[in-house]
Nanobody
Framework: QVHPVESGGGLVQDGGSLRLSCAVS????????IGWFRQAPGKEREFVAA????????YQADSVKGRFTISRDNAGNTVYLQMNNLKPDDTAVYYC????????????????WGQGTQVTVSS
């Protein structure tokens, strides 16, 4: 069983930074992708960023380009989401997911999900 676990959320002021981590246990195949999604209260879950397990492909939502960076720790099964210049609109529960999605930017197809970590950006 593959099990992603998120960490690193918290409260930060407008313009601040946080780094989220997603540690994935279990057997991961080279064709897997790791995605970050977020869901704010009253809104649908939305795509943030994704990376292929090989690290060769990266996808980002337009709303976070230039501010967020997704990367993978080749020494272990951990993917990071570095979030800079955070804004109040970034406030949400951030989820890490993995699997073999037909479309890396769509939540459907990611088979394994973490419990989420809260990110709150105060104005």
């Amino acid at each position: 069983q593959v099990h992603p676990v998120e960490s690193g959320g918290g409260l930060v002021q407008d313009g601040g930074s946080l780094r989220l981590s997603c540690a994935v246990s279990g057997r991961i195949f080279s064709n897997y992708a790791i995605g970050w999604f977020r869901q704010a209260p009253g809104k649908e879950r939305e795509f943030v960023a994704a990376i292929s397990w090989s690290g060769g492909r990266i996808y980002q939502a337009d709303s976070v380009k230039g501010r967020f960076t997704i990367s993978r720790d080749n020494a272990g099964n951990t993917v990071y989401l570095q979030m800079n210049n955070l804004k109040p609109d970034d406030t949400a529960v951030y989820y890490c997911a993995t699997g073999v999605p037909p479309l890396a930017t769509a939540a459907v197809g990611y088979a394994y999900w973490g419990q989420g970590t809260q990110v709150t950006v105060s104005s």
